[in-house]
């Protein structure tokens, strides 16, 4: 059987404390995973009482520094917790810190590093929860998504990574980039961690599993599409129905809409830091507002009606298939810090409202990989339980990475 992860083995185990914080005192100098540790003082009841999280450096934390990963906020101190610290909070969760973030969450990287090999990107924006979560610092921690930047660092780090569906979980406390595509998720080790979490915040994660499930491939390296490939296959021989799905007439459209409007939306979110600070606020986050603001508003509007009539044609697709299965990410984590990889592979479901999840491909002894897998908008249950379900069966000898 998998491993069920770090989550799971520490509901009743208040002792895991101490392993957590040894593991950050010994890795933290080779990963920098983390901006501030501090473990919350509290012992409040519910589901989750003592169990430790990162929060990502752009989420707001009462009393805990949050710089959104730029320098110029290094003293900047919250006021106030954000509505999903609260939320955590109202569960018995712990706040162990923070976690890095590429500046203002966009492409220029953060310090930290692949806990799998340090040469190489743990991915971006959420990088030091990813990061966090692989190396086992904490069993869960906060991440968010504006194109990929919850489910391309979970594949790069060979974790889960879990963005629900738009709206789903309260964005007030956290910094604004694209609020009609900013999504806040969760990392946890494997499936059936995220599914104890989503559970404990009081969500529903059972359904029935889908008789098929529908498969779209991107463009994607060699690797990763031999990995996805094997994926498939494993899933295929244990009794998962896989079809290859008829994509849309806007699909192609919405592909390319997404970005279009983070750029256009994140021009006007960081316009004021950017007339203040200029390229110090990152120089492709710079050149972003620079291209954004320059960008019709009929551009803009012509990208949110290609997503609308995207949402219209894919709502059918879903009925047919339920879960739809892709690639995570690319390929395996580029060599080197300079860039945080594409998020191509997931920004469609972002875009779409969606909820998506990347679980683990067994890839030993290569870099990670991972198998995404998205569902229609509201149908998180759904997308957890097969989740689960497929990690089971891909893990079912053990893990390999």
């Not at 018995?92 to 492409?107: D, H, I, N, V, W």
């Not at 609308?308 to 395996?332: E, N, Y």
């Amino acid at each position: 059987m998998p491993n069920p992860g770090l989550l799971s083995r520490m509901l009743s185990a208040e002792a895991h404390i101490p392993q957590l914080l040894d593991c950050i005192r010994s890795e933290e100098p080779r990963l920098h995973a983390w901006t501030e540790i501090r473990l919350e003082d509290h012992n409040l009841p519910g589901p989750l009482q003592g169990i430790p999280y990162g929060a990502k450096d752009i989420v707001e934390t009462a009393g805990y520094t949050t710089s959104y990963g730029s320098h110029l906020y290094s003293s900047n101190v919250s006021t106030a917790d954000a509505a999903l610290i609260s939320l955590l909070r109202s569960k018995g969760a712990r706040l162990m810190g923070k976690t890095q973030t590429t500046s203002f969450a966009y492409f220029d990287p953060a310090p930290t590093r692949n806990p799998h090999d340090p040469a190489y990107t743990p991915g971006g924006s959420s990088s030091g929860s990813a990061a966090a979560v692989a190396k086992g610092m904490v069993p869960f921690a906060i991440g968010t998504q504006t194109q990929g930047s919850i489910v391309r660092p979970a594949s790069y780090c060979g974790v889960t990574g879990f963005k629900p569906t738009f709206g789903a979980l309260p964005v007030d406390g956290i910094m604004p980039f694209a609020p009609s595509l900013d999504t806040p998720g969760f990392f946890t080790q494997t499936a059936m961690d995220m599914r104890l979490l989503w559970s404990a915040l009081s969500f529903p994660v059972d359904a029935p599993l889908p008789d098929t499930f529908g498969m779209v491939e991107f463009d994607v390296e060699p690797e990763m599409q031999e990995m996805f490939r094997h994926a498939i296959q494993i899933l295929g021989q244990l009794g998962c129905r896989i079809q290859r799905c008829p994509l849309p007439p806007a699909w192609h459209d919405a592909l390319h809409a997404v970005p279009l409007i983070q750029t256009y939306e994140g021009a006007r979110s960081m316009r004021l830091r950017y007339e203040t600070h200029g390229n110090a606020i990152g120089a492709k986050l710079a050149q972003l507002v620079r291209d954004g603001l320059a960008m019709p508003e009929s551009q803009y509007r012509d990208a949110l009606a290609a997503l609308q009539s995207a949402k219209q044609q894919m709502a059918g697709l879903f009925q047919t298939f339920p879960v739809i299965l892709s690639a995570a990410a690319p390929g395996p984590p580029p060599k080197g810090l300079a860039s945080t990889g594409s998020p191509r592979c997931n920004a469609i479901w972002t875009g779409l409202h969606t909820p998506a999840i990347s679980i683990p491909i067994p890839v030993a002894p290569q870099l990670p990989m991972g198998l995404q897998m998205a569902a229609a908008p509201g149908n998180d249950a759904l997308l957890i339980s097969a989740a689960a379900h497929c990690y089971a069966l891909l893990h079912s000898q053990g893990d390999n990475q």
